[in-house]
């Protein structure tokens, strides 16, 4: 009973991504057909957006944006490596980001974190991360956040509700602060040829805040 109900399960999605091909072709594609022609010789994106994989995360959505407009990159929680000359593993996210800044020379870069997310969550989860090694390892980005939420907790700073929303913002810091280690980045924010910005997507209430470097907190973009 439950196989059956599990292959018509994946039919039925497997029919609705089938249906969204179709639909993507006769109500975006054909009247769009110049701007697709256009844009298939070449890109020319001007922002770099870093963001969570979760699927409610949707960048060209929530910036309202075209393709070609985004150069994306997704991970679990909007993690940042931390910066190496040189490396001799894969690392996806240090990739595109150097080929978002020094071959596409984008003017922004947009790291975005969200609520409710299970990146961020996972970091106080540490049973369920014990068959996920790869997820584990990951987080370990989001490390010092971790800390410093365990302290402010401790210290009776913020309450245990409070922790998601704190650990995600903080997150959103940590991770620009990664960022801002990158040489060829650093000195393009110095130099005023590029633009670092750290976004909160408040998904329930379609809302993005965005990280006020002076103020030390997230303002509501309206
Ligand atoms: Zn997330």
Redesign the pocket.
Known sequence: MELHDKERKDSLYYKRLYEGIKKFQTNEFIPRQQFFEDLGHKQNPHTLFIG???SR?VPSLITQTFPGELFVVRN???LIPFYKKHSDTYLATTAAIEYAVNQMNVSNIIVC??S?????AALYQDKELKNLPHTRKWMELAHPVKKIVEEKIAKNKITLEQRSLIT?QLNIVEQMGHLLKYSYIKKRVKDGNINVMGWYYNIEKGEIYNYDEKLKRFIRLE
């Open positions: 969570c994989s979760d995360v679990i929680a909007n974190g969200h409710n997310c299970g990146g961020c995600e």
